[in-house]
């Protein structure tokens, strides 16, 4: 069982920078492919960033491609997303999750854990 906590949220302003982290415990997380995910007021949840287990690959969805960057210390146990040129439509709950597929999974479904998540609010 792994248990993830995010931090670094907050409130940004657009074109601003935010870096979130997440710290695993209960496990490590080298043994699975780790991604973000946000969730806006009444949208459902969607895919943000993946990074696989040596974190020589990375993948994104194409709104925050070039602006957001994924990376993890697997030494730390721990994933980062590093959030540049912020916008107001980043602003969503983010999440880290863990999936133990190989790949470049992309739905809610493939991923068996989850942080509580982290909310990010970008003015304007």
């Known amino acids: 069982q792994v248990q993830l906590v995010e931090s670094g949220g907050g409130l940004g302003q657009a074109g601003g920078s935010l870096r979130l982290s997440c710290a695993a415990s209960?496990?490590?997380?080298?043994?699975?492919?780790m991604g973000w995910f946000r969730q806006a007021p009444g949208k459902e949840r969607e895919f943000v960033a993946g990074i696989n287990r040596s974190g020589r690959n990375t993948y994104y969805a194409a709104s925050v491609k070039g602006r957001f960057t994924i990376s993890r210390d697997n030494a730390k146990n721990t994933l980062y997303l590093q959030m540049h040129s912020l916008k107001p439509e980043d602003t969503a709950v983010y999440y880290c999750a863990a999936s133990p597929q190989y790949g470049t999974p992309r739905g809610t479904r493939e991923y068996i854990y989850w942080g509580q998540g982290t909310q990010v609010t970008v003015s304007s």
């Open positions: 209960g496990g490590t997380c080298r043994s699975y492919i």
